[in-house]
């Protein structure tokens, strides 16, 4: 088990019963979570982590990050999930709301919100139509895929944000951006006619930005579907929902829904104990 970045503000004054634990997704890693939402929850009294996946970020492993599959990346939530002081509502954003959707199959947990996620049936539709609908952006990321090259904070800006957001604003995250495992994405990347889905009987939230590029509104309602719920869609916003301007709104409303959904209805058990893994390593952000 490879050491893994956590990223973790605790909770200010009496904690929520409840810790959230988030999963970035592709390209990325914990630090997309720190900027924003790790020090407002935990304002509001949340203990809050994310975890860098394995490859990503300051986690082991970039040097062999196309040896990784989404099996590995499940295995890094459920070790991050095990540090957590209790079961975690886990929160996934992009590929890393497939990884919670597969995590889920693995553990019960108290709740999910999925966050512009690929949808259970993969990504082949939101990749053909990226290829047809902006060619320079589907050109930026393969270049990022195929050659570890950085990508162009146009290219940045257009694939991770709605077009209300600066140059400026995506040339300050363009050098955190990295290539992802394209083992993952063969994974997740083409039609998956019978996706896996976790037992029913956890609480999922489904969230979806109306100016999202890579992940469209029909994707998002698909995902909706397959969980049986209504999605919310965050006008004039990209991609990158946490990043945006008006995030706080996105915030506000998974604080409404985990208190809705989780802390006012008996959350389930887990299926196995809970254990803090020794080999996780975990480094806590500035409260």
């Not at 196309?66 to 886990?90: H, K, M, R, T």
Request: hydrophobic fraction near 45%; charged fraction near 20%; glycine fraction near 8%.
């Amino acid at each position: 088990m490879p050491q893994l970045e956590i990223l973790s503000h605790r909770p200010v004054g009496p904690a929520k019963p409840v810790p959230l634990l988030f999963v970035h997704g592709a390209f990325c890693g914990g630090w997309i979570w720190d900027e924003h939402f790790l020090p407002w929850f935990a304002e509001r009294g949340w203990e809050a982590h994310a975890v860098s996946l394995r490859g990503h970020g300051a986690s082991e492993g970039r040097e062999r990050l196309n040896s990784f599959g989404i099996v590995d990346y499940i295995e890094d939530v459920l070790a991050a999930a095990d540090a957590c002081s209790a079961p975690p509502v886990l929160i996934g954003h992009s590929m890393g709301g497939m990884v919670v959707q597969r995590t889920l199959i693995r553990r019960r947990f108290p709740g999910a919100v999925l966050m512009a996620s690929a949808p259970p049936h993969g990504l082949l539709e939101s990749t053909m139509r990226l290829a047809w609908s902006d060619p320079y952006v589907f050109q930026q990321m393969g270049m990022l895929m195929t050659f570890s090259n950085g990508i162009e904070p146009e290219a940045v800006r257009r694939a991770m944000f709605s077009d209300r957001v600066p140059l400026e604003l995506a040339k300050r995250y363009e050098p955190l951006m990295q290539e992802e495992s394209q083992r993952v994405l063969l994974d997740i990347g083409g039609w998956i006619p019978f996706p896996l889905l976790p037992a029913r009987g956890v609480p999922v939230a489904v969230l979806g930005a109306e100016e999202d590029r890579l992940i469209p509104k029909d994707q998002v309602e698909a995902t909706a579907r397959a969980f049986r719920t209504e999605p919310i869609f965050y006008p004039a916003m990209g991609h990158c929902m946490m990043l945006e301007p008006g995030w706080e709104s996105v915030a506000h409303d998974i604080v409404d829904w985990v208190e809705t959904a989780v802390l006012k209805t008996q959350a389930p058990k887990t299926t196995e104990p809970q254990r803090r893994a020794p080999d996780t390593g975990v480094r806590a952000a500035a409260d």
